[in-house]
């Protein structure tokens, strides 16, 4: 039972227990207001503590394929300026943290160096929505309506979606990143319903607010306040030729080397997942599996755009309104951080986002740079490279 994985995030089942808790502590340390250097005293004690009775200890000979993508291709680039890695190993295998040995010196980092000893901010605090959400009110940034609500405010979210900010709907954990148990475009009570339910079994804490129609989600990931890269996330979708099924596309498309499954850490895309949604969407177009699209007509496949249900990537900085590339600096100055990443809800992002009904959906102070090292399409950009270069600049 232990080793049964979730349906929707695809982690252990156990896991969740974690995810609570991970919510839980953050809340409590937020409102103590720990200090970094308190919090990272007590890290280092507790990896001593577990070092001496043997539960863990760390290797410098491990597989890149072994540890999350974003903190492999920090590595690779790190690895080429001199930089030499260990990771700590635990009963379940190896743990995102690691230590970076470079001129004598020995550094600590959680997943990737975030460089959160220079800011003035927890990191934390940006990953937190709802805290988020308030910040950037605060500074007249565009988010989208909504609050935040515990597990046991069930009823009240339901009158608050339904009566006050009406549908369509979005709901997520308050906590969470790469869309774990999100649910989008929520059309009535019944869906509303059971998405909370989803959502809550990851985190005891989750947001509800306005779906914005029409509009793509963009990642964009911002390092050191001046470099940023920005993808496209577009849902799962295949491209008629005139020639091949809609079920064969799919098949030539997850026949892809660079898709895999979404338990694989070595993989950013994902096969595309073939489901009821799927089903749905087709018989709107009174289409089915077997159906021959036109050549270049485009068929979605699923309505999210989320990778762990074959969604592509397109890499479109050099296509993004300088006004949203401001925008996104500036927020990364306003919460002080050095690397973050923003999903930005836009219908357009070749314009500006003052002439739009758009939102930042939510921040991520450890992003997951790989989206942008392996897009589906366009030139991929090397936020690695920037990411070393801050880790050279406040780290030594």
């Not at 994985?5 to 919510?23: F, G, I, K, M, R």
């Not at 007590?42 to 491990?62: A, R, S, V, W, Y």
Request: glycine letters at 4%; proline letters at 4%; one cysteine or more.
């Amino acid at each position: 039972m232990l080793n049964k994985h979730c349906q929707e995030c695809n982690l252990p089942a156990v896991s969740h227990v974690q995810t609570w808790l991970d919510e839980i502590i953050s809340t409590i340390m937020l409102r103590l207001k720990f200090s970094k250097r308190i919090s990272y005293f007590f890290d280092i004690l507790l990896e001593n503590f577990f070092q001496l009775l043997g539960l863990i200890k760390m290797e410098d000979n491990f597989l890149l394929s072994e540890i999350q993508m974003r903190t492999a291709c920090f590595i690779t680039e790190a690895r080429k300026r001199g930089v030499k890695f260990t990771v700590i190993k635990g009963p379940f295998g190896y743990t995102d943290h690691f230590y970076a040995q470079v001129d004598g010196r020995k550094i600590r980092f959680d997943n990737l160096p975030v460089a959160d000893h220079i800011g003035k901010n927890n990191t934390s605090l940006v990953d937190c929505k709802k805290r988020t959400k308030n910040y950037l009110k605060k500074r007249d940034f565009p988010v989208a309506a909504g609050r935040s609500f515990w597990f046991w405010q069930k009823n009240q979210a339901l009158k608050h979606g339904a009566d006050k900010l009406g549908f369509p709907l979005v709901i997520k954990p308050r906590n969470g990143s790469v869309s774990r148990h999100v649910t989008t475009n929520i059309r009535n009570t019944e869906e509303l319903s059971k998405a909370i339910a989803k959502s809550i079994i990851y985190s005891p804490a989750f947001i509800i607010e306005k779906f914005i129609e029409n509009s793509f989600v963009y990642r964009a990931t911002v390092v050191d306040f001046d470099f940023v890269a920005v993808v496209k996330q577009v849902p799962a979708n295949i491209i008629g030729d005139g020639v091949l099924t809609i079920e064969q596309l799919v098949e030539d498309k997850n026949s892809d080397k660079r898709r895999g499954e979404p338990h694989q850490k070595d993989f950013t895309l994902c096969k595309i997942v073939v489901n009821e949604v799927t089903t749905g969407l087709l018989a709107k177009k009174n289409y089915t599996l077997q159906t021959i699209p036109k050549k270049n007509e485009i068929v979605y496949l699923q309505k999210n755009p989320f990778l762990k249900l074959g969604g592509d990537l397109v890499e479109v900085t050099e296509q993004v309104c300088q006004d949203n590339i401001k925008l996104f600096k500036d927020i990364a100055r306003f919460f002080d951080i050095r690397l973050v990443g923003m999903d930005f809800l836009i219908p357009d992002i070749a314009s500006s986002w003052q002439k739009q009904n758009c939102a930042i959906l939510e921040l991520n102070s450890c992003p997951c740079i790989e989206m942008h090292h392996f897009p589906s399409s366009g030139m991929p950009k090397d936020v690695a490279c920037a990411l070393v270069d801050a880790f050279f600049k406040y780290y030594l």
